[in-house]
């Protein structure tokens, strides 16, 4: 398996909708990616393995110091192989060359031991509300 980092990677709207359908088992949406995302991010990385995106995380940013990861799918058929936290490593690269001095993330429940222990993220109390 050789896979691919690219930070701020070329993509095409209708590979990313694909991976997120897999990745998310959802169904396939039709969403402007490239259009929300040079709008609302510092950046991303794309993984990709012989030409096919199969992973990717968006990083948003308040323009300062935090950065937040969004959207971190890999391919259902490379799970647990390294390529979801070699994203995140990539990630928090780039976050820190922009001079971001934190990087949060919220995720579920049964994804704890991934970003705790494959991520290097810590706890930290924090706040939500459903809208």
């Known amino acids: 398996m050789a896979i691919k980092y690219d930070w ?10 694909a991976l997120h359908a897999d990745g998310f088992g959802s169904p396939i949406t039709q969403t402007d990616w490239r259009a929300r995302l040079e709008r609302h991010s510092l950046g991303w ?10 992973g990717f995380v968006n990083i948003v940013w308040d323009g300062g110091a935090q950065a937040f990861i969004l959207k971190k799918v890999v391919a259902r058929h490379l799970r647990s192989r390294g390529v979801g936290a070699a994203l995140v490593a ?13 990087l949060h993330v919220d995720f579920e429940e049964h994804l704890r031991s991934f970003y705790f222990h494959a991520c290097g993220f810590r706890e930290t109390p924090a706040g939500l509300i459903a809208l």
């Open 8 to 17: 701020r990677g070329d993509f095409d709207n209708a590979s990313l909708n």
């Open 90 to 102: 990539a990630a928090a690269k780039e976050a820190r060359a922009a001079k971001c001095e934190w």
């Open 45 to 54: 990385v794309c993984a990709w393995e012989d030409g096919s995106l199969v």
